[in-house]
């Protein structure tokens, strides 16, 4: 055979195995890492609904000593957790022994204290399910409902980073003014019938505190990370400026990413695979405001990046803000995993997932029919994105196997 018709049968092979590749982790069920991503997506889609109301079955923990024994370096939650209606009821219906101001930030929150001892953080709600957030894709106060919802997408998508979360309805008069601090208590007003406070952090106002419908009042609450969990704050790579005229470099230079990956923990490790996940996650929750984040301290970049502070999502449906996805076309990678779990998801079937989970809220309905519409036509954008890096640069350089700790390419 002539060396030019050899050339023409690599070539062919090689373009056979792309395809082969693509077919098999585009939602197939040929490959072993295929297979078993698709046995863990239908053990979530098995335990994606909740019992309203359960309780646990036994009296030998808390549940506050349970959820503490799920997290670990690589998860918030296991894979399976029988108990987490259960828990996340606990965290709805639990006696408020503590209220104070929250802790240091930007925005509205509370720190609550339950029944047993449990920390948790109390967001209250601020807009109506409809409200549109003009504006940058930034703006607006925190929402409480999109903690919730991001909780829940967290789990479809088999991430498991982020903190329970559930909704909550509380009287102001009865569980949170006797056992409130000073420091709130002075934060608190009258508007109309309505029954307010505004809090302590960088931008509560007297003239904008959170108000209550008479006395009950909405609102999230989130569960206190172990204190033998110590946080450790990054700055985000691709965080913005939030200066009017001043660019981050990654939003003027294309070849960013191959900084970022000289630069530790992304210069090994799974740290950047993360970052990139948290993209995904990210845009399709509309959140362009993560300027840093939080790893569990003196991990070596080893554990994971946590989903924490998910607030400023879900404002405006009709906005697809491309910019969040820059780690993901910007470095063109994607763990295997999140690339079977998103193929998994396609065709409605991440709104029909959200759906079922957020049934179980006690603030249902958690979104409105656009937010949950918005999840699935950003779902195809991410999957367009996916595809143009595998053109461009080729499947095995695009799909990077997870199974822990591999190097960059």
């Known amino acids: 055979m002539k060396l030019k018709q050899r050339m023409v049968v690599l070539c062919a092979v090689l373009l056979l195995l792309g395809l082969a590749k693509i077919f098999l982790l585009d939602g197939g069920e040929g490959s072993a890492a295929s297979r078993r991503d698709l046995r863990a ?49 606990s965290l709805s219906t639990a006696r408020i022994e503590r209220a104070d101001v929250g802790y240091k930030g930007t925005q509205l929150k509370a720190l609550l204290v339950l ?12 807009y109506s399910r409809d409200y549109v957030v003009e504006g940058e894709p930034y703006a607006g106060y925190d929402r409480h409902n999109a903690e919730v919802a991001a909780f829940h997408l967290d789990r479809i998508l088999g991430f498991r980073r982020a903190p329970l979360v559930v909704g909550r309805y509380v009287n102001l008069r009865t569980e949170i003014k006797p056992v409130a601090t000073d420091q709130l208590l002075s934060t608190f007003l009258t508007q ?33 990370l172990p204190d033998v969990w110590p946080l450790q704050k990054h700055r985000h790579p691709w965080g913005r400026t939030y200066r009017e005229g001043k660019l981050a470099r990654w939003e003027y230079d294309e070849s960013y990413c191959d900084a970022v990956k000289k630069m530790p923990p992304y210069d090994a490790g799974p740290r950047l695979l993360d970052v990139i996940d948290t993209a995904i996650f990210d845009y399709l929750i509309g959140n362009a405001d993560r300027h840093h984040y939080e790893s569990f301290q003196d991990d070596g970049g080893a554990s994971m990046l946590i989903l924490l502070d998910n607030a400023k999502s879900f404002g405006n449906a009709a906005l697809d803000e491309r910019s969040i996805l820059a780690p993901l076309y910007q470095c063109c990678m994607i763990r295997v995993s999140t690339w079977n779990r998103i193929n998994l998801l396609r065709g409605g079937a991440l709104s029909s997932a959200m759906r079922q989970a957020l049934t179980f809220d006690p603030i249902h309905p958690v979104l409105a029919e ?17 595809k143009q890096c595998m053109e461009a640069q080729g499947p095995d350089n695009t799909l990077i196997e997870d199974r822990m700790n591999l190097p960059h390419p």
């Open 41 to 89: 997506f239908r053990k979530m889609e098995a335990g994606l609904s909740l019992s309203r109301g359960a309780r646990l079955t036994h009296t030998l923990q808390s549940p506050w000593e349970i959820a503490s024994q799920w997290v670990g370096p690589r998860e918030v939650y296991p894979e399976e957790t029988p108990e987490l209606a259960a828990v996340l009821t």
């Open 115 to 126: 029944d047993g001892g449990q920390k948790v953080v109390f967001k209250p709600k601020r």
């Open 192 to 224: 109309g019938n309505n029954t307010c406070f505004y809090g302590k952090c960088y931008y509560c106002r007297e003239s904008e505190p959170a108000c209550a419908e008479g006395e009950i009042m909405e609102g999230s609450l989130t569960l206190w």
């Open 370 to 386: 656009p937010h949950l519409a918005a999840l699935d036509r950003r779902l195809s954008g991410i999957i367009a994105t996916v």
